[in-house]
Every structure is written in C-alpha cells, then in structure tokens.
C-alpha cells in the first residue's frame, strides 16, 4: 500500500502524530492508524471464556507442542499469541480465561482442517482467532502445491461452516494474511495474486461476522515508523517488534 493508498483519515492522523517530518509513533499508536476505518464490533469477554489461536508458523512461533496446557507460556510460543495471552490474562484476571495456541508452522487451510476435530473442536472454544493463507499462496510458488485462490475460499468457509454447526455462538476473530516488501521474502514478487488472499479473508470476516484484522495495514503503517526489516526478518515472520506490533492489533479486537 503506497502513501496515495491510505485513507485520508488515516494519513492525517500520521501527520498530526509527526513531529519535523520525522515519524514518532509508538506502537499502539501505529495500530490505532491502521485500524482507524474499521467499524466492525469488538469481541466481549465472558467468565470462563476459552480463547484458542490457531494457523500458520506466525501463530506457531515455535510454541512446545507437546504442552497442551492452557496459559502455559512454552505451550502458547513466542509470538504475537503469547503476548497478547500475557496482556489479556492480566488484564482480565477476574475472568479465569483459558487460553490456547494451536497454529502450526507450515499449515495451509486444509491442514488445518485435518486436525480440527482434535485441535479445536475438543477444546470447545468461545473465541477462536485464525490466520492463515501465507502458505496457501507461497506454498505454490516454492513447494508445488497446486491449490488456487479458490480453494482458499472455499476451505476457509467449509472449515468456518463445520465449526459455527459444532459451536453457532463461537465469536471470530480473522487475521489479514500479509507480507512486507523490501526483504529477503521477495513479498513484491507475491502480488498483484498474492493481493486476492486478502481481499478473500476480509469477505469470510464479514460474511461469518468475525471480526477482521488488517495485518497488511498494520504493517504499511509501521514502515513509516522504521524498515520492513525491524518488523519481520523475511517478509512474512515477525521480529520482536513485529510480534507486539501484531499482538496489540489482535487486541484491538477485544472490547474492554
């Protein structure tokens, strides 16, 4: 997304938050001019909620797979998942959450749904948080996987449609795939295609009224504050930086 790209809204926030050209944005900050446009209703947290995170290596974040205890800091990563776990648990410490990660590195939509049953149905979650669709298109270019963005669609709504039958009043959350040019990823090279991922994300969101968030906003944003690569080392993976970048956008879903 280019500077003439963003909406007007947004753009003026950046430039009021600037100080001699120079951006000074913190983090929240960043976030908060990202997410400007978006109107869709947060997620309420209930006592007792279960929260599972489930999709790709950006969840994963080499989480300890063989923990399959809630709240347990090597079961939950070292990413966006386990930073926004630590701020809702002390945030919400009245509530008696109980929260999961399940992503795993590599995944596509469809393996995702070979182990639904066992990684989220079992779990019966409340709030279920997924992002995924990175592999779904790179995997394509760089290990022959022959799946389109129609297979995409399609697998992402049939795996929302099986868990809504299971569980109707499960409250969603839907990450934007995303990816950061400049860096070794070659992210560049993925659109305009890669581009059609995004856009098919945010239509599930608002088809299963999840709520939606725009990762690849998030990090337009944040290069205005520094380079791709102190947000993500190859265009995709977050850094330190891009995992609290990631985190406060996820709990930005979240009312309260």
């Not at 709504?157 to 990823?185: M, S, W």
Request: glycine letters at 8%; proline letters at 5%.
């Amino acid at each position: 997304m280019t500077e003439q790209n963003i909406p007007s809204d947004r753009r003026s926030f950046i430039k009021k938050i600037s100080l001699a050209g120079v951006m000074t944005l913190s983090i929240p900050e960043i976030v908060s001019a990202a997410l400007l446009p978006e109107k869709a209703a947060k997620v309420s947290l209930q006592p007792n909620d279960i929260i599972l995170f489930q999709g790709d290596s950006i969840t994963d974040s080499k989480r300890k797979r063989d923990d399959m205890l809630f709240n347990s800091a090597p079961a939950m990563g070292s990413g966006y998942a386990f930073l926004a776990a630590s701020e809702l648990l002390s945030k919400h410490s009245s509530k008696n959450l109980k929260i999961y990660n399940r992503g795993v590195g590599g995944d596509k939509v469809y393996q995702l749904a070979d182990r639904w049953e066992e990684d989220c149905m079992k779990l019966q979650p409340d709030v279920l948080s997924i992002h995924v669709g990175v592999n779904d298109h790179w995997h394509v270019k760089s290990k022959g996987y022959t799946g389109t963005i129609k297979t995409y669609r399609d697998d992402l709504r049939a795996l929302l449609d099986r868990t809504k039958q299971k569980n109707p009043n499960v409250r969603l959350i839907i990450g934007e795939p995303f990816g950061v040019a400049g860096i070794k990823g070659n992210y560049e090279i993925w659109d305009p295609a890669f581009k059609e991922f995004r856009v098919a994300a945010k239509e599930i969101a608002d088809q299963y009224n999840a709520f939606f968030i725009p990762y690849q906003q998030v990090y337009d944003v944040a290069q205005k504050q520094a380079p791709g690569v102190y947000w993500t080392w190859d265009g995709v993976h977050p850094t330190m930086a891009g995992a609290q970048l990631m985190a406060q956008a996820w709990l930005s879903s979240i009312k309260g």
